[in-house]
């Protein structure tokens, strides 16, 4: 069965430092999201893609965060100079029409800023 | 602003014990609402689409049912492997809008 594919599954990384975190999504899917989880807390919307290029984003997806699809099987997010606010589970999600259809999820990717 | 509510947060159920689980929203022009089951910490595994109130979509335990003011998640005879926290989503109302609201989730408990 397909399914997204994240990696790494879990990274730590120092305060101030740049971490991309990898998706490659289900092959004939056209929308690409990131969505991220603080521990005990609700799953929020970062940001959709299609397209290449960027369809919506969160008052959270701001200066520091950048997304990418570097070739034709590869969804990036990058976080420029993490804070420690930013450790959280992030999920990488996709799908083949938009809005009101069904979102696949990766198994995320854990990032603990020290 | 959009809003998902999902009630109760915590459900402990002895095995074989049915119960239901409650989502409710306010949205306008609902575009679809999204039960998904997420394991720890794991990602959000996709388990039903509803469209329409009166619509219901089933899998094997699990029965989604819909209203124009709510969505329920009913569990018959449920299984310890059935324990997780159960979430609900609907696309935010914004034209042309892509993202999902969630609710905080229903985490499951399932005691054999």
């Known amino acids: 069965e397909p399914e997204v594919t994240q990696t790494p599954s879990h990274q730590v990384t120092q305060m101030g430092q740049e971490v991309i975190l990898r998706c490659v999504p289900i092959?004939?899917?056209?929308?690409f999201y990131w969505y991220r989880q603080i521990l005990g807390q609700k799953v929020e919307f970062l940001v959709s893609f299609y397209n290449n290029e960027i369809s919506e984003k969160s008052e959270i997806f701001d200066d520091q965060f950048s997304v990418e699809r570097p070739d034709g099987s590869n969804f990036t997010l990058k976080i420029r100079s993490t804070k420690l606010e930013d450790s959280a589970m992030y999920f990488c999600?996709?799908?083949?029409?938009?809005?009101?259809?069904?979102?696949?999820f990766g198994q995320g990717t854990r990032l603990t800023v020290v | 602003e959009d809003q998902v509510t999902q009630s109760p947060e915590a459900l402990r159920l002895q095995e074989g014990e049915s119960s239901s689980l409650n989502c409710s929203y306010t949205?306008?022009?609902?575009?679809?609402l999204f039960w998904y089951r997420q394991d720890p910490g794991k990602g959000p595994e996709f388990l039903f689409t509803?469209?329409?109130a009166g619509e219901e979509k089933e899998k094997e335990r699990l029965k989604a049912t819909l209203t124009k003011k709510e969505s329920f998640l009913h569990i018959t005879a449920p299984k310890p492997e059935d324990s997780a926290t159960y979430l609900c989503a609907v696309p935010y109302s914004g034209a042309g809008s892509y993202q999902l609201t969630f609710g905080k989730g229903t985490k499951l408990s399932v005691i054999p």
């Open positions: 999600a996709s799908g083949d029409t938009a809005g009101g259809t069904e979102a696949f």
């Open positions: 949205v306008s022009g609902l575009r679809g």
């Open positions: 509803l469209y329409s």
């Open positions: 092959s004939n899917h056209l929308y």
